[in-house]
Nanobody, 125 residues
Framework: QVQLVESGGGLVQAGDSLRLSCAAS????????MGWFRQAPGKEREFVAA????????TYADSVKGRFTIARDNAKNTGHLQMNSLKPEDTAVYYC??????????????????WGQGTQVTVSS
């Protein structure tokens, strides 16, 4: 398994930007597809964005498309989620996750075997 630690969350105003990071350790990070998910209070965890093992393919939830960008640096064992034009409805705990069996970027939660502890993002109006 790969171990994941998120960072970069915080309290921002609507329209601001944040960059989340996900540091991986353990097994070879480049073997894994990576995804970002989020969970708001009282809601189920939802897909945000995913990237394949090489970084060549990405997919996004419709709600963040055009505002968020997922990327990875396999040489540094890190992944990132650049979030621009943040909205109050983006408020949630954000989790990064790793998927060993994902050939393509996946929005399917159950395909991800490793999860970080989450980082809080709060967007005020």
């Amino acid at each position: 398994q790969v171990q994941l630690v998120e960072s970069g969350g915080g309290l921002v105003q609507a329209g601001d930007s944040l960059r989340l990071s996900c540091a991986a350790s353990g097994r070879t990070f480049s073997l894994y597809g990576m995804g970002w998910f989020r969970q708001a209070p009282g809601k189920e965890r939802e897909f945000v964005a995913a990237i394949d093992w090489s970084g060549g393919r990405t997919t996004y939830a419709d709600s963040v498309k055009g505002r968020f960008t997922i990327a990875r640096d396999n040489a540094k064992n890190t992944g990132h989620l650049q979030m621009n034009s943040l909205k109050p409805e983006d408020t949630a705990v954000y989790y990064c996750a790793a998927c060993l069996a994902c050939g393509a970027p996946s929005d399917f939660t159950r395909q991800y075997s490793s999860w970080g502890q989450g980082t809080q993002v709060t967007v005020s109006s």
